[in-house]
């Protein structure tokens, strides 16, 4: 009986195989799952620098798929035609569009940009139109004039800054700042030593004047205080009928300070007993007799 694998058969078989499995690991490199669907549309970009095959495509910064080949538009000039695979759920809308972007370590990728007004969705390999940022070298090479007329000014700002630097005046700052830094300490550490010796004090004294104010607060409390607001308002009205009196014309003392005619009889009386005096002075024989017998 005839064997149906033959040692060509067999050769051939790994042969395929072989292949196969190249294929997929090639393109497994390469960011594309042969083993997952896919959807591929076409973008229409002017411009498609530092973008390469198997660069990713984002929606809002997720991942959804490849770019899975770069083809140049012979027949209209001036566009060209780019094919990515997007995941199988993944569903485009009339009027989305793609952004060509570029970071600083990332590389070009696509960004898409979905039309979320609309309930309609674009076919399986139709073409959406496409927009190119300007390259990193290009922003770069765009930078480098204006980082050329810097450079003068920042030579002659380094070379103040030296200046500055090298100045006298800036080491006898820096001394005395060191200088004001020890007087300082030792500052801190006299007040520190003052704090320590004289703080308890005070507040032993404090608390002596704080027992003191207690033991006053204590007294006043024990004292009869209303019994001597009730002397003192006693005293107040005495004072007060005293007052009333003396103003009264009625009462003696009142006529005493108030009446007119009374001071003049006093005064009449003063003056002629005063005028008495002065002649029993003068002549005391009018008014004493001496005799011996």
Request: proline share 3%; hydrophobic share 40%; glycine share 6%.
């Amino acid at each position: 009986m005839k064997k149906l694998f033959t040692k060509e058969v067999r050769i051939a078989v790994i042969t395929l195989i072989s292949l196969i499995v190249l294929y997929a690991g090639l393109n497994h490199l390469k960011g594309i799952n042969v083993f997952k669907p896919a959807n591929h549309y076409y973008v229409s970009m002017p411009d498609v620098s530092e973008l390469q095959v198997s660069s990713p495509v984002y929606v809002d910064g997720f991942k959804v798929g490849i770019v899975n080949a770069i083809l140049f538009d012979y027949n209209h000039p001036g566009a060209i035609l780019v094919q990515m695979n997007l995941d199988k759920n993944m569903k485009v809308p009339v009027g989305s569009y793609a952004e060509l972007k570029s970071g600083l370590t990332s590389g070009a990728y696509l960004s898409l940009k979905l039309n979320t007004y609309v309930s309609t969705y674009l076919a399986i390999g139709d073409t959406l139109a496409g927009q190119s940022q300007e390259g990193f070298m290009n922003q770069l090479s765009s930078v480098l004039p204006q980082v050329e007329k810097l450079l003068p000014r920042l030579d002659s700002i380094l070379l103040g800054i030296q200046v500055l630097v090298h100045h006298p005046a800036l080491n006898q700052s820096f001394e005395h700042i060191e200088a004001t830094t020890i007087h300082l300490q030792k500052s801190s550490e006299q007040l520190n030593a003052l704090l320590a010796k004289d703080v308890p004090v005070v507040l032993s004294n404090l608390n002596q004047v704080s027992s003191d104010f207690s033991t006053i607060s204590g007294n006043l409390r024990k004292a009869d205080i209303q019994g001597m607001v009730t002397t003192l308002d006693q005293t107040i009205g005495n004072i007060h009928k005293i007052t009333q009196q003396l103003n009264d014309s009625t009462h003696s003392l009142g006529l005493l300070l108030n009446d007119r005619s009374l001071y003049q009889h006093l005064d009449s009386a003063a003056r002629n007993a005063s005028d008495l005096l002065l002649d029993l002075k003068q002549n005391p024989k009018r008014y004493v007799h001496f005799s011996i017998f």
